[in-house]
């Protein structure tokens, strides 16, 4: 009796089973009617003892990013021959070879899927083909698109454009090469806002998929940034601070002339304006 192209086939209360009661598809057991010499007879099935049913076991796939491949592994329970493994993507109905690479024994496999597009709750099958097929935990197929900030300034909050698709939150930081410049700050929708570094220099803006700095991924990054300065204000008293010297006219007269307080007058000096040092107020009077 083969079930390979049935359903789960649960034995009767007449049917003797060795092992288990009931077959999954792609199982096999021997049935056998005996019949004795006092004409006593019975049905016995020879199914496979409990536990033994091989059965494949995804490994936990987190979210990945859209368009990036990544890595499907897991276990494989009681299997006596290495099994030829195909998978599908999200219900089953394509199913395709493992790709070139993958590694597969008795106990378990792994394989590098290709990639998908953007989607939220993604799932991978995988079977043997014979026996009922296994699907991963559900996970995000993740991507972002940022537009490069223009007229940013330094110390200052900027307005930042990105698009989201398979993730609802988002993360923004600045970057300075491969190191980040501050804290994370969470974005939703298709716009945001970041205070812009306040040292001199260029920048980039990322976009990741977890809040703490080291983890998540890298969804995308802007191209250079680089923030422009405030100039340094003044305060009032150093836009009025007074001169250390004053300005003394110097007027020609035909007569000499001397200051009672000041710098001496000369009776040829040329109408001129010079700069002297802090002196109190001059008086000068003609000499008589």
Not at 75 to 80: E, G, I
Not at 97 to 120: C, D, I, N, Y
Not at 209 to 228: F, K, N, R
Request: net charge positive.
């Amino acid at each position: 009796m083969n079930t390979s192209t049935a359903s789960t086939v649960t034995f009767g209360s007449g049917i003797a089973c060795t092992g288990l009661t009931s077959l999954a598809p792609g199982q096999a057991a021997q049935v056998i009617a005996v019949q004795n010499s006092g004409n006593s007879q019975g049905i016995y099935a020879q199914t496979p003892a409990s536990g033994s049913v091989p059965s494949v076991i995804i490994g936990t796939i987190p979210n990945v990013a859209a368009n990036t491949g990544f890595i499907v592994s897991g276990t494989l329970l009681n299997y006596t021959t290495i099994p030829s493994l195909q998978y599908s993507d999200n219900g089953g109905s394509v199913w395709h070879p493992l790709p070139s690479g993958s590694v597969t024994s008795q106990t378990s496999f792994s394989f590098a899927h290709p990639s998908l597009q953007p989607q939220f709750g993604q799932t991978v099958m995988v079977s043997d083909g014979a026996n009922s097929p296994k699907q991963s935990n559900g996970f995000n197929v993740e991507a972002a698109a940022i537009v490069t900030p223009v007229g940013a300034t330094g110390s200052q909050s900027t307005n930042v454009a990105f698009s989201l698709a398979g993730l609802t939150t988002a993360y923004i930081v600045w970057m300075s090469g491969a190191v980040e410049v501050g804290t994370r700050v969470p974005v939703n929708g298709t716009s945001g806002a970041i205070t812009a570094p306040g040292t001199a220099g260029t920048y980039t803006l990322a976009i990741w998929d977890a809040p703490a700095s080291g983890t998540g991924i890298m969804l995308t990054i802007s191209g250079p940034v680089t923030p422009c300065r405030l100039p340094r204000s003044r305060s009032r008293s150093s836009l009025h601070r007074p001169s250390p010297f004053r300005k003394i006219s110097w007027y020609q007269a035909r007569t000499p002339t001397v200051c009672r307080r000041g710098w001496p007058g000369a009776s040829t000096a040329q109408a001129t304006t010079q700069q002297r040092p802090p002196i109190s107020v001059v008086e000068c009077s003609r000499l008589p």
